[in-house]
């Protein structure tokens, strides 16, 4: 029931770079702040990126969002192993007045 | 540090009802919503609502309404999530999170994960 789209997977070798899209619409992404995140097999969600394009504290700024009308997108410069994780983005989505998740991309690093 | 950190595995028989705790520590517990999502293998996180630590006001999706109950003790930093008539469906890890801004999906600091399995 994800309401926010992602492409299954994506795959790099390393350096390269990478960018994951997220597709939504008017209530969700075209009305609120986009925010990513990474996990990790067997571990909790960790934040990546919130409010579009801030990074918390601690992460590398290899990792950059981007947002345009009711998509965003995910970059990931300087593909390392460590990468090598399923990436989700979230939005807030003003009609079911709820957090919505998107599908998913696993990231595979070559 | 800020450390979010939830109660052990559970088995339960379908029909039963499941209580979940998530204990706080390292910010002050009022000044957070607490955020609840859970994620089905294979799937990706769900939410499923929110607790006003200071007010103990709650919101819930539409798909757990009537079914989920999120409370908490504030004497003691801790949230619940109550999930109650437990079918297959609802075998999932189940993850508390601390909301960073009001209505944004920006969640900050996530529990460890509690598994729970519904299992005849």
């Known amino acids: 029931q994800s309401v926010l789209t992602q492409p299954p997977s994506a795959s790099g070798t390393p350096g390269q770079r990478v960018t994951i899209s997220c597709s939504g619409s008017?209530?969700?992404?075209?009305?609120?702040?986009v925010n990513w995140y990474q996990q990790l097999p067997g571990t909790a969600p960790k934040l990546l990126i919130y409010r579009d394009n801030q990074r918390p504290s601690g992460i590398p700024d290899r990792f950059s969002g981007s947002k345009s009308g009711a998509s965003a997108s995910l970059a990931i410069r300087g593909l390392q192993s460590e990468d090598e994780a399923d990436y989700y983005c979230?939005?807030?989505?003003?009609?079911?007045?709820?957090?919505?998740f998107g599908t998913g991309t696993k990231v595979t690093v070559l | 540090q800020v450390q979010l950190v939830q109660s052990g595995a559970e088995v339960k028989k379908p029909g039963a009802s499941v209580k979940v705790s998530c204990k706080a520590s390292g910010y002050t517990f009022s000044g957070y919503y607490m955020h609840w999502m859970r994620q089905a293998p294979g799937q990706g996180p769900e939410w499923m609502g929110w607790?006003?630590?200071?007010?103990?006001?709650?919101s819930y999706a539409q798909k757990f309404q009537g079914r989920v109950t999120m409370t908490r003790d504030a004497s003691i930093s801790t949230g619940y999530m109550e999930l109650s008539r437990l079918t297959s469906d609802d075998t999932a890890v189940y993850y508390c999170?601390?909301?960073?801004?009001?209505?944004?999906?920006?969640?900050?600091?996530w529990g460890q994960g509690t598994l729970v399995t519904v299992s005849s």
């Open positions: 999170a601390r909301a960073g801004d009001f209505w944004s999906g920006h969640f900050d600091y």
């Open positions: 008017s209530s969700n992404i075209g009305s609120n702040t």
């Open positions: 979230a939005a807030w989505d003003d009609g079911l007045n709820g957090c919505v």
């Open positions: 607790i006003n630590p200071q007010s103990g006001g709650s």
